[in-house]
């Protein structure tokens, strides 16, 4: 029989134990945070009906969609988790109590063109609050905040939030005479990506005048501090959309503000449009300062109309996703994961023959009665093979049991990172691995 060579598929993430135990570090972090400021978690399907998915249009992500074949039912692998959502909203409204403040940390799929650091199946993490009928704009000032604090857990306190209003700029082109407000905002979405130019000539592809596309340039480039450009915004009084949207943003940076962001962690930005059609009105990407580099760690925003295809309820929400999968490759690419990294066994019972086992799992059971993280050797072999696996698995200590710690009740403790070792009484085995952990 011919062996089949064993193989991922380009664009998906496979981690050894190692890199996954700090995977799931951050996740648990990112889990804890959300819980922490009142996200309650749900859980909604990988696969979605077509309908569903594209009823208010996914833009250019439509194009990486993974469809399922089927003979009866047309479906797919779900893009984002922010459809999925408004669909569990419309269809589970009556059970739920708004504003409905909910988290979600889950696989979506998008067939991405190969490149490092783009994936086609990678993990999302959102926090949307959903409104019935309203929902204050103040709530787009109080998920930065929680996306703040998951930062600063993760010992990146240096984040910047850049921040736009979909109306401003709306509003903006309206009083250019531009019509379909969701194309240039597209062009300009990929500001960051193609540059100054190379938006410049799609713009003037699309058919704007040059002098049109001057103004825009002009005003999405504006590098003012964020009080001076709420001024500035001010003087224009272009129309009543783009009065809404400024008075929204500038609500949304007090209060990001108010709620304790500091302000050199906010960037009132005007290029960022988010390529989304969904998003109405706030619109976030977040950056780590210094590793700009990697694009937004987080975005996001808000939209008011998403939920009206699946119900005649009005169900505004607001919302920002961490790209984990992608945040993971580039701080491992970047050596910054070594912080994250601890013992992922504090003990290893490591009997020296089989007569001695009993002995030992006496032990292990009451370090992990006490929520000691242990764990026993119970395979054969020299006892330079088993030390090399308490090695292996980054044990912190090896509790050895031979001849005479069995016949004395004794347990011989050796910390694997510097070589020391001592012998204490069973009795004083819990008490010490917990005093030196």
């Known amino acids: 029989m011919s062996i089949i060579k064993p193989s991922t598929i380009a664009g998906v993430m496979e981690l050894l134990p ?16 959300f819980e922490e400021n009142g996200f309650v978690s749900i859980e909604t399907p990988l696969i979605e009906k077509d309908d569903i998915l594209f009823a208010k249009g996914a833009g250019e992500t439509e194009k990486q969609i993974f469809r399922i074949e089927s003979d009866t039912k047309k479906m ?7 459809v999925p959502l408004a669909r569990y909203v419309s269809q589970h409204f009556s059970d739920l109590t708004f504003p409905f403040k909910r988290y979600q940390i889950g696989k979506v799929y998008r067939g991405e063109r190969n490149q490092k650091g783009r994936y086609k199946e990678f993990y999302q993490c959102d926090i949307d609050i959903i409104g019935k009928d309203t929902l204050s704009i103040l709530n787009d000032a109080s998920l930065p905040y929680v996306i703040y604090n998951v930062f600063k857990k ?40 193609i540059g100054k130019e190379n938006t410049k000539k799609e713009l003037l592809e699309y058919g704007l005048s040059i002098d049109v596309v001057n103004e825009i340039l002009l005003f999405i480039s504006n590098d003012l501090n ?31 503000l108010e709620f304790g962001i500091p302000e050199k962690n906010i960037k009132l930005d005007l290029s960022i449009t988010r390529g989304l059609d969904y998003y109405t009105s706030t ?51 970047l050596k910054l994961t070594d912080k994250f990294m601890e013992n992922q066994i504090n003990a ?38 088993k030390f ?47 005093n030196n952990l």
Do not use: W
């Not at 700090?22 to 804890?32: A, D, L």
């Not at 987080?298 to 005649?312: K, M, Q, V």
């Open 348 to 385: 290893l019972f490591i009997p020296m023959s089989d007569e001695y086992n009993f002995y030992s799992i006496e032990g292990l059971n009451s370090l992990r009665k006490n929520k000691i993280k242990a764990d026993i050797y119970l395979e054969g072999g020299k006892a330079k093979k």
């Open 76 to 82: 797919s692998l779900r893009y984002d988790l922010t």
């Open 283 to 333: 619109v976030y990407e977040t950056m780590l300062n210094g590793y700009e580099e990697i694009g937004s760690v987080c975005s996001g925003g808000r939209y008011e109309n998403l939920a009206e295809n699946f119900s005649n309820q009005k169900l505004p929400g607001v919302g920002m996703s961490i790209g984990l999968t992608r945040l993971f490759y580039q701080l491992e690419n």
């Open 226 to 256: 964020n009080k001076d450009l709420l001024n500035e915004l001010s003087l224009k009084n272009k129309n009543g959309l783009y009065n809404e949207g400024l008075n929204e943003l500038e609500k949304v940076y007090y209060y990001m």
């Open 154 to 193: 993760l010992n990146f306190e240096e984040v910047t939030f850049h921040v736009n209003n979909r109306k401003l700029l709306n509003g903006f082109f309206e009083s250019l005479g531009i019509e379909k407000y969701s194309d240039v905002l597209r062009i300009i979405d990929k500001l960051a990506k």
């Open 388 to 434: 090399n696996y308490a090695n292996k698995i980054n044990a912190k200590y090896s509790i050895i049991v031979g001849e005479e710690e069995f016949k004395n009740k004794k347990f011989s403790v050796k910390n694997m990172e510097n070589g020391e070792q001592i012998t204490i009484d069973k009795a004083d085995l819990v008490e010490f691995i917990k």
């Open 18 to 33: 190692e890199e996954q135990f700090v995977f799931n570090k951050i996740k648990k972090i990112i889990e804890n945070t």
